[in-house]
């Protein structure tokens, strides 16, 4: 899968959606008043990837996220159950987890497969597999694919969830997405193997039997151990540490914010990003800049 376009929006949490719909309006001529959060924020990173690109109609849109629409769900969960009233039309369609990919699509005029996808902190990188399998297939030649996720602001819930300090990381917010197309001309880069290990034995292996051509940078996911990246820095002796959440802040897409990140670096490189989710299953991908 080749790599033709990336395009970020991430930064802290804004109150005022004038913000979004003014960023979005530089982008597209499509005015959605009636769009929330989520829906603005993916087509601020999407219509980015998208911007000046020859695109084709049947290009698809695969939407990943760990939470999907965070605020218009709980808006609609007081209206019924504290405030004893149907929730409003536009609060209800908004929490339908296919909404923001759709305005994506209709904002970049596209008609191929759409979908939204999560997968417990891997929501990214099944996605990619999910892709590739589907251009294997002959399904789909070319694809937009990013990672959209609202701010954590629940100290409790993100402390239990990640057994993390909440005031370590800086909260943001953020889309992050990649333009893929199945031809090579004119290519920036591409996935080269997304590949998932049930233990960090098998995952060390995998990385021995690896050869590099370029410079290499290592990034891990929020849930990798200390201990987990010295073995890896053990087995990468002359990688360089690549630290997106350091460097710009978490939320729960970040494994697509490294990747458009790293696409933003000058110079050729190799990136392996490590990511693993709650049961300890590692997932491992290898992206090629040229």
């Given at each position: 899968m080749y790599i033709h376009n990336h395009g970020t929006f991430v930064g802290r949490p804004v109150a005022d959606m004038k913000y979004y719909k003014e960023d979005v309006s530089r982008y597209t001529r499509l005015h959605f008043r009636r769009a929330n959060r989520f829906v603005l924020l993916s087509l601020a990173g999407a219509c980015r990837c998208a911007h000046e690109q020859s695109i084709k109609k049947n290009t698809g849109v695969y939407l990943t996220t760990e939470n999907g629409n965070l605020g218009d769900t709980e808006t609609v969960l007081h209206q019924i159950y504290q405030m004893r009233q149907f929730p409003m039309p536009y609060n209800f369609?908004?929490?339908?987890?296919?909404?923001?990919?759709?305005?994506?699509?209709?904002?970049?005029?596209?008609?191929?497969?759409?979908?939204?996808?999560?997968?417990?902190?891997?929501?990214?990188?099944?996605?990619?597999?999910?892709?590739?399998?589907?251009?294997?297939?002959?399904?789909?030649?070319?694809?937009?694919?990013?990672?959209?996720?609202?701010?954590?602001?629940?100290?409790?819930?993100?402390?239990a969830k990640f057994d993390r300090r909440y005031e370590d990381y800086n909260m943001v917010e953020g889309s992050c997405w990649l333009l893929i197309k199945k031809d090579a001309e004119r290519a920036m880069g591409e996935i080269g193997v997304i590949a998932a290990f049930a233990d960090l034995g098998k995952l060390l292996g995998w990385i021995g039997r690896q050869a590099f051509e370029r410079p290499v940078f290592v990034a891990h996911g929020i849930l990798v151990d200390p201990e987990d990246k010295k073995a890896v820095g053990h087995a990468l002796p002359d990688a360089t540490l690549f630290d997106p959440i350091g460097d710009i802040g978490y939320f729960d897409s970040a494994p697509a914010s490294a990747v458009t990140h790293f696409l933003q670096r000058d110079g050729g490189a190799c990136l392996i990003h490590v990511n693993k989710d709650t049961r300890g299953q590692f997932m491992v991908m290898r992206v090629e800049k040229y």
């Open positions: 369609i908004n929490t339908m987890s296919n909404t923001a990919s759709f305005y994506v699509a209709q904002s970049l005029e596209l008609l191929g497969r759409n979908m939204t996808f999560s997968s417990k902190l891997l929501s990214f990188e099944r996605g990619l597999e999910l892709l590739h399998c589907d251009m294997v297939a002959g399904s789909v030649n070319e694809a937009l694919i990013g990672g959209v996720d609202e701010a954590s602001f629940s100290k409790t819930q993100f402390e």
